[in-house]
T-cell receptor
């Protein structure tokens, strides 16, 4: 079963705009991770935020985590056409290290 | 190249058949995870192995089995295949410590006809 629900399911923007994706989860976590998947390809790890962190940056990516609301957001600033992909959040539980993935957001960036 | 190798890339087989998917983890990673990705079910965790032993089990059908060998490569065996088993099967590896990300292979696309 999926731990995370992502919102929106699909997002279309123009190059240069910012893209924000949200993830909600159900149980307590050790960390939350974001992955990117180009159509039909393997997932690529983007960023990890620990449960005791509130915000993290990596290049044009900014991730926030609110454990009280069991939610996270991924912001991609100054989007490029090459950012077109599906983005998944994944939660790492407190017991063990297997990741449970959300349903994903399909991002389309138009040039 | 992510460092995780999956073979074959594509597989077409008939219902009722059995197939074996293979995964070689990234060098140094002891944990291997198998996931199934289908359009209607999203990315589902199947099973995890750590250094040859089963560590965690997810929504894996009884018709499916897996193992991890001493050289750390892993195989996922799917038997009595049904049309609904058509999906992308991903293998991922990690160092098996919390707060580390996974490295995914490029997947095996299984089509059951």
């Amino acid at each position: 079963s999926q731990q995370g629900e992502e919102d929106p399911q699909a997002l279309s923007i123009q190059e240069g705009e910012n893209a924000t994706m949200n993830c909600s989860y159900k149980t307590s976590i050790n960390n939350l991770q974001w992955y990117r998947q180009n159509s039909g390809r393997g997932l690529v790890h983007l960023i990890l935020i620990r449960s005791n962190e509130r915000e993290k940056h990596s290049g044009r990516l900014r991730v926030t985590l609110d454990t009280s609301k069991k939610s996270s957001s991924l912001l991609i600033t100054a989007s490029r056409a090459a950012d077109t992909a599906s983005y998944f959040c994944a939660t790492g539980p407190n017991n063990g290290d297997k990741l449970i993935f959300g349903t994903g957001t399909r991002l389309q960036v138009f040039p | 190249d992510s460092g995780v190798t999956q073979t074959p890339k594509h597989l077409i087989t008939a219902t009722g058949q059995r197939v074996t998917l293979r995964c070689s983890p990234r060098s140094g990673d002891l944990s291997v995870y198998w996931y199934q990705q289908s359009l209607d079910q999203g990315l589902q965790f199947l099973i995890q192995y750590y250094n040859g032993e089963e560590r965690a089990k997810g929504n894996i059908l009884e018709r499916f089995s897996a193992q991890q060998f001493p050289d750390l490569h892993s195989e996922l065996n799917l038997s009595s295949l049904e049309l609904g088993d058509s999906a992308l099967y991903f293998c991922a590896s990690s160092v098996n410590r919390q707060n580390y990300g996974y490295t995914f292979g490029s997947g095996t696309r299984l089509t059951v006809v």
